[in-house]
């Protein structure tokens, strides 16, 4: 097993050194084909991005499903050309020439605050390059991630994101580090859109029930953090992205109907949504965002959980 694991990072750092030598447009047009190639060949995922673009776009024809398979498939192995290619072509000195931030004074204002941000994004776009950049910039950032199974491909990713400035906390244990981020006013980036299971909160996510972690408005409400929600996503060139931000809630003055967990998380769902409409090609539908549906808390299930306690 553990051969087995280094063989697959060897195969790993062998494909990314292809990349690497290889023009970015170049990697584009790889891309491309790959996407083709998934979609119309191999039909990875099929039945899973079928159900998930329907369940939102339940009038969309075969062919709108089989575009957006296409264009979804293209922006992911994108991103993992433009996560090799990054540190060499993007730094300080040229990140303008690659990098449009759209609500830069608004995001600003909360990346320099001495308090603790909560920056939540979603499984979009090339949301790596989000946490690059800003460490780019000198705002360090902590990412709470689940650990990959094999630690050799786990060393690598965590080589990346640490590269200008960005740490991974992992997802089981890390309680502790996580209150040691919030204590110093560093900011906190987490994925919002992950399944968190039956015991999640339910909440609407693009017209769907979707279960999130509870911990992500927690944060925001017991650690006077504000809450950021922000995208990275592809613009017409490769390694070429624009940066936003679609809400931001600050417990100073946040409406008393957000200072609760269900409805601060609807309200982030709402948030990430208003961002995937826009370009639903760079969402990954091939993501098991939708699961489980929520229990009904009938009769029945409060006498057993009644019971059990």
């Not at 953090?225 to 060139?237: D, G, L, N, R």
Request: glycine content about 6%; charged content about 25%.
């Amino acid at each position: 097993m553990q051969l087995k694991k280094r063989l697959e990072a060897l195969l790993l750092q062998a494909i990314l050194c292809v990349i690497q030598i290889l023009p970015i447009e170049m990697c584009a047009r790889v891309c491309r084909w790959l996407a083709w190639l998934v979609t119309d060949v191999v039909g990875f995922r099929r039945k899973i991005i079928r159900d998930n673009i329907l369940g939102v776009y339940p009038d969309a024809t075969n062919e709108r499903i089989r575009e957006m398979a296409i264009e979804m498939w293209y922006h992911l192995f994108l991103m993992a050309c433009e996560v090799a290619h990054a540190p060499r072509r993007i730094h300080d000195s040229n990140w303008r020439k690659y990098v449009h931030i759209r609500d830069k004074v608004l995001m600003t204002k909360y990346l320099i605050d001495y308090r603790p941000l909560v920056a939540v994004s979603g499984h979009f776009g090339n949301f790596e390059m989000g946490g690059y950049v800003t460490g780019l910039l000198g705002m360090p950032s902590y990412t709470v991630a689940r650990t990959l199974d094999n630690p050799y491909l786990n060393d690598f990713i965590n080589r990346f994101r640490s590269f200008n400035g960005q740490f991974l906390l992992p997802k089981e244990g890390s309680a502790t580090m996580v209150q040691e981020v919030m204590d110093s006013g560093g900011i906190l980036t987490l994925l919002g859109d992950q399944h968190a299971g039956n015991k999640g909160c339910w909440v609407d996510f693009l017209g769907r029930p979707a279960s999130c972690h509870k911990a992500v408005a927690l944060f925001t409400l017991s650690g006077n953090a504000p809450m950021m929600v922000s995208y990275t996503k592809h613009t017409e060139k490769p390694l070429h992205f624009e940066i936003g931000c679609t809400g931001v809630t600050d417990p100073l003055d946040m409406p008393d109907e957000l200072k609760d967990v269900t409805r601060l998380t609807q309200w982030y769902n709402d948030r990430l949504a208003d961002a995937i409409r826009k370009d639903p090609e760079q969402f990954w539908w091939l993501h098991r965002r939708w699961k489980e549906k929520p229990v009904r808390k009938t009769k029945k299930n409060r006498s057993k959980a009644t019971k059990a306690a």
